[in-house]
């Protein structure tokens, strides 16, 4: 069975932009969270989506946001892109029947 | 809300010794702890966890952890550690909802193994 699928791997923007990033989780898996991990911190957790609804937000500005699509794939928008939204993003694959939680490589975003 | 501690931001320790990465937490209910390791330009690969039960918890790799519920801690150990468990370790807590436990993480501590 293939991982969490995370894409593109890495890229740049600029501020004030906006970024599309994209994760497929593993399949039967129905649920995906998102997680920004700033570098040298631990990994903070953005959305969760279950069923294509989003079931959980952390605290993070109107500038993020989430979609899930029919396959259970995802992606996470930030929009007027800062400085500080430089970060590894990750993406976690995870199964209702035992928890279990599978997290993808992550897209590493630089904004400069 | 949950907070996780991890006391310690860089461990340094010689190749075959023991170690100890320490983690504490607080939270008003109940809670499952989790140890994730995270190699350099990686995602997170979980190493062990807590759910309940025994509180002494095997994992991957040789590595352990011990919950101690009185003194809210779950440290990671290993009695012989390798070149190839230098990486960054994150333990983490959760609650368990419906629809998947989403988690607190620690900053993490920077296990450097070296020869």
Known sequence: DAGVTQSPTHLIKTRGQQVTLRCSPISGHKSVSWYQQVLGQGPQFIFQYYEKEERGRGNFPDRFSARQFPNYS??????????????????ASISTLNYGYTFGSGTRLTVV | AQSVTQ???QV???EEAPVELR??????VSVYLFWYVQYPN????????????????????GFEAEFNKSQTSFHLRKPSVHISDTAEY??????????????????????????
């Open chain 1, 74 to 91: 995802s992606e996470l928008n930030v929009n007027a892109l800062l400085l500080g939204d430089s970060a590894l993003y990750l993406c």
């Open chain 2, 7 to 9: 006391l310690d931001s």
């Open chain 2, 12 to 14: 340094p320790v010689f």
């Open chain 2, 23 to 28: 983690c504490n937490y607080s939270s008003s």
């Open chain 2, 42 to 61: 990686q995602g997170l690969q979980l190493l062990l966890k807590y759910l309940s039960g025994s509180t002494l918890v095997k994992g991957i790799n």
């Open chain 2, 90 to 115: 994150f333990c983490a807590v959760t609650r368990r909802t419906y629809y998947g436990q989403n988690f607190v993480f620690g900053p993490g501590t920077r296990l450097s193994v070296l020869p």
